[in-house]
């Protein structure tokens, strides 16, 4: 059984518990087809979790929502269920590092590829120098068309660093091919009157924040550094 791994490598222990409990034929079959499907489920899942490229590894169960009370951890479990995904709406995770900006787009990037959806998750810099390399490549419109087919564009530390008005224009393209399509969410320590150190074209500035927000989600993890916080407790108990 080439293409049924797990009915065949499962199969003599769930025969023995049907023998067992004296289960119909109908029952046992049933139990195989199962197992079999929870295993390809789970499989799928691992390979979309692959192909999203996340940094590490967070789970929203690890989540620390006491340390943060800026965090409604209802919007949070909401966002989990992914409508906002089947919506494409954006959303955006403003606060200052160590808030759990990082820790939320990639758990909420990892749901949404546990429940279906394709998902890539980049730093904005490493995307920006992808399209520049790209456009003088004249590859540009295939990696544009390559980052509209995922249900979810995950950007991590935007807002870190200053962009050239090319960088911003093709990073404004990609914001534009997916708008109202499909959803991009976004991490940045800057609120948005401050993007203008990044992207220095007041106008351009205007049109992206209005991309990224237009009938999505803003969550604010506020300036109290849990990082911070958690290192300071943990030498202070040592």
């Not at 489920?41 to 692959?50: L, M």
């Not at 009370?69 to 919506?87: G, Q, V």
């Not at 399209?131 to 870190?160: M, N, S």
């Not at 106008?203 to 911070?228: K, M, Q, W």
Request: aromatic letters at 6%.
């Amino acid at each position: 059984m080439p293409r049924l791994p797990t009915i065949r490598a499962q199969f003599p222990d769930l025969a023995t518990t049907a023998a067992r409990e004296q289960m119909t034929y109908r029952g046992f079959l049933a139990e195989l087809l199962m197992a079999e499907c929870d295993d390809r489920a789970r499989r799928r899942s691992e390979r979309r979790i692959k192909a999203a490229g996340f940094p590490r590894q967070k789970a929203l169960r690890d989540f620390d929502f006491d340390a943060n009370s800026s965090i409604d951890p209802a919007t949070i479990h909401t966002l989990a269920s992914c409508e906002w995904i089947k919506k494409g709406e954006p959303l955006c995770l403003i606060g200052d590092s160590g808030t759990g900006k990082s820790h939320l787009l990639i758990a909420l990037g990892t749901e949404t590829a546990i429940a279906g959806f394709r998902v890539k998750c980049v730093l904005a810099t490493k995307l920006v120098n992808e399209l520049v390399e790209a456009a003088d490549d004249k590859q540009l419109t295939k990696t544009i068309a390559r980052y509209g087919r995922v249900d979810l564009l995950a950007i991590d530390e935007l807002g870190y660093m200053e962009l050239d008005r090319r960088g911003a224009e093709l990073l404004f393209q990609v914001l534009t091919e997916r708008e109202e399509k499909a959803s991009v969410a976004i991490a940045s320590n800057e609120s948005f009157e401050g993007w203008t150190k990044t992207f220095t074209d007041p106008r351009l500035c205007a049109a992206i924040v209005d991309r990224l927000t237009f009938g999505g989600n803003i969550i604010e993890t506020g300036t109290d550094s849990y990082r911070l916080s958690h290192a300071k407790n943990q030498q202070g108990s040592g």
